[in-house]
């Protein structure tokens, strides 16, 4: 990893990336993010800013989801086991039927979308 790269992630203010990927989902293609995933494609989504999104049916299995910024956005169904949500916020999220790694408790996803607080997820 390069050294920008590791400050992209490590920022504290969320980014609008250029991946095509990630473009799809700010234009509401939820549905072509996932068929570009099942043919092989990859997506860089660690920091990016995903807030006020409708992201309902996104297949996100096992991808890196460091610092992402979810801000009011609509994650209703979203299977994140085995995703990494360091760092990730919830705030005002709507989460319902969201399953979520067994190492994040309730406590701690309640504490990000009520109060915008960063999950602590050790995806090691």
Partial sequence: MTTSETESISSDSPTISQDPLYQMLRHDNVEGFN?????????????????????RNLKLLGMDLTNAYFRGADL???????????????????????????ELSAQEIQLS?????RLRHNCG
């Fill in 35 to 55: 068929q570009a995933r099942a043919d092989g494609q990859t997506c860089d989504l660690r920091n990016c800013d995903l807030r006020g999104l409708d992201l």
């Fill in 76 to 102: 209703r169904g979203i299977d994140f086991r085995g995703c990494c949500l360091d760092g990730a916020s919830l705030a005002d999220a709507k989460i319902s039927g969201c399953y979520f790694p067994v």
């Fill in 113 to 117: 979308v009520s109060l915008g607080t």
